[in-house]
């Protein structure tokens, strides 16, 4: 009797094991089928058109249960999308109450609270949760927080950042605006020389270069006189950045006629010719004209109109013409003057990026917040 009870004690073990193991599942199955029934319950007053009922039915829900975490991202953006940040934002919360998420899951939640946030206009707590995302080295931060940065004009901040964690700044729109924010800071802090000169040139030491450093740099040379200076930024900024060139070519000339070295502004001319657009082209043809070249001048801007139209183009041709033919002097410059009053109409910028048009030149695109995408119009009415 004694040797069947032990027998009979590993199947008693095993028995119990399996009926503990059943009674686990049954019980995740009850509590899977009911959060089921949860979900079912919400859905269906949506479909019933309930919404605000349905949407508090599934706010609910969460503080049950945060396993479909994509559900409730997707919900949240519903709601960012409506308009009602305050339900977007208490999603976002709740989600990261959950002890449960994965580092990753935890991060895009902290983005998405973060962008809430910014929207809600509550910008400190914004602030708060991309610096510590930036810190955890989280590279999708750095778009929001830049433009954080951008819309609160704390260009120190911005450089601090940088200066911090440059090992995420490795693509080109985060140079361009860190670059920028190198210079607004600089342009805040003139009084101080040598500070503004530091901030300038630690600018050209970021991982891509960029524009407006080299822009700032070559006018502040020659605002001081400095001509030779002004030349060595603004050639690096044309060879590097064709499509910059109408934005210093004037300011150029003037430095290399004031050092009498005009042969040499019209050498780097040639050099930018198949690279650069219309105004390279006129620059090229007034040193022709110069050198007593007209002729030539015209049968180049002729061949080259052709293969590329240009308003601008056009309207210096018909100038060089009216030097040359007397006879109808008066009728091309009355042309010029309305081919002239056209192209003022015509923006003299455009954002590469959304294609904002602009008179002015912005350094930060005022539609779509990017840094650097607002450049000299191309095409028929561009440079």
Known sequence: MIELLFLLLPVAAAYGYVMGKNSAKNQAHEQNRKITSEYSKGLKFLLDREEDQGLEHLIKLLEVSADSVEHYLILATLFRKRGELDRAIRIHELLLKQPSLDVQVIQSCKLALAEDYIMAGLLDSAEEHLVELVKANYQEALTPIIQLYSQTREWQKGVNMYESHAELFTEQVYCA?????????ALENQAQENQTNDYLERALK????????L???GHDALGKEDNVKAIYYWRKLVSQFPCAVPLVLQDLHICYQRLNIDHEFHALVND?????GVLVKIKHCEGLVES???QQAVAYLTDSLKREPSIRGFSFLLKLLATRQDKFHSVLNEVDNLVSAYVATK???QCRNCGFTSHKLYWLCPSCKSWE????SQGVDGY
């Open 272 to 276: 930018l010719l198949t690279t650069s």
């Open 177 to 185: 605006a860190i670059a920028n924010f190198y210079c607004e800071a």
């Open 206 to 213: 970021l991982p891509k270069t960029t524009i407006r450093p």
């Open 373 to 376: 995408s607002i450049l000299p």
């Open 292 to 294: 007593g070249h007209t």
């Open 215 to 217: 822009y700032e740099l």
């Open 347 to 349: 923006p003299d910028y």
